[in-house]
Nanobody
């Protein structure tokens, strides 16, 4: 199994930026970020291929968030710019897969990191 540890969350004002990092025990997996807001189901945010060449985003974050990875360091990152209160959630690192360029979450998760965006 893959060990995942998220970090970098915090409280920021709307329009601000945060960079999340996920430290992984492996680097040869399709990976992604998902988030869960209070009272809502966990939702997809961004996914990335093993090589990092292919990335995909939910429509709500496209153009504002950037997913990347450093396989040598075995880290996954999510640069979040122009944050909105609607981005407030616990963000989770995940090992998943792609099918027809759509990300499907797997069963490996980190503990999550809280992102709170104030108005």
């Amino acid at each position: 199994q893959v060990q995942l540890v998220e970090s970098g969350g915090g409280l920021v004002q709307a329009g601000g930026s945060l960079r999340l990092t996920c430290a992984s025990s492996q680097s040869n997996y399709v990976m992604g970020w998902l988030r869960q807001a209070p009272g809502k189901e966990r939702e997809f945010v961004a996914g990335i291929s093993v090589s990092g060449i292919f990335t995909t985003y939910s429509e709500s974050v496209k153009g504002r968030f950037t997913i990347s990875r450093d396989n040598a360091k075995k880290t996954l990152s999510l640069q979040m710019n122009n944050l909105e209160p609607e981005d407030t959630a616990v963000y989770y690192c995940n090992v998943g897969r792609f099918s027809s360029e759509v990300y499907y979450a797997g069963d490996s998760w980190g503990q999550g990191t809280q992102v709170t965006v104030s108005a």
